[in-house]
C-alpha cells in the first residue's frame, strides 16, 4: 500500500507562482514513476507532468511547469511558474508502481493522492 498526501495549493494571482509537493510512503520510492495530474470543474482529469528517467510534459504547461523528486525524502514536486486562470483546477499526485504504460494515461498509476486546490485569479 503506498500513501501520498499532497500540499502547497492555494490561490495565487495569474503570473504567480506555487510549488506543489508529494509525499509518498513505501521503501521503493526511487522506483517508481509519479505523475501529476489536474481537473478543473466539469472537466475530465488530464496529465501535467510525469517523471521517470525523464520528465514529460503537457503542451500546455510546457515551459512554465517543471516536475522534479527527492528520493531521500521520498517526495515529488511540481513547480508552477507563470501561472493562468486555465490552470484553476484539483491537482493530484499519482504513482505507477512498476513504471510502465502511458505516462499520460490516468490508467498507469496504482495510487492516488487526496488533491490539492490550486486557484489562479486574474
Known amino acids: 500500500q503506498v500513501q501520498l498526501v499532497e500540499s502547497g495549493g492555494g490561490l495565487v494571482q495569474a503570473g504567480g507562482s506555487l510549488r506543489l509537493s508529494c509525499a509518498a510512503s513505501?521503501?521503493?520510492?526511487?522506483?517508481?514513476?509519479m505523475g501529476w495530474f489536474r481537473q478543473a470543474p466539469g472537466k475530465e482529469r488530464e496529465f501535467v507532468a510525469a517523471?521517470?528517467?525523464?520528465?514529460y510534459y503537457a503542451d500546455s504547461v510546457k515551459g512554465r511547469f517543471t516536475i522534479s523528486r527527492d528520493n531521500a525524502k521520498n517526495t515529488v514536486y511540481l513547480q508552477m511558474n507563470s501561472l493562468k486562470p486555465e490552470d484553476t483546477a484539483v491537482y493530484y499526485c499519482?504513482?505507477?508502481?512498476?513504471?510502465?504504460?502511458?505516462?499520460?494515461?490516468?490508467?498507469?498509476?496504482?495510487?492516488w493522492g487526496q488533491g490539492t486546490q490550486v486557484t489562479v485569479s486574474s
Open positions: 517523471i521517470r528517467r525523464n520528465a
Open positions: 499519482a504513482a505507477d508502481l512498476d513504471s510502465t504504460g502511458y505516462y499520460y494515461n490516468l490508467g498507469t498509476y496504482d495510487y
Open positions: 513505501g521503501r521503493t520510492f526511487s522506483g517508481y514513476a
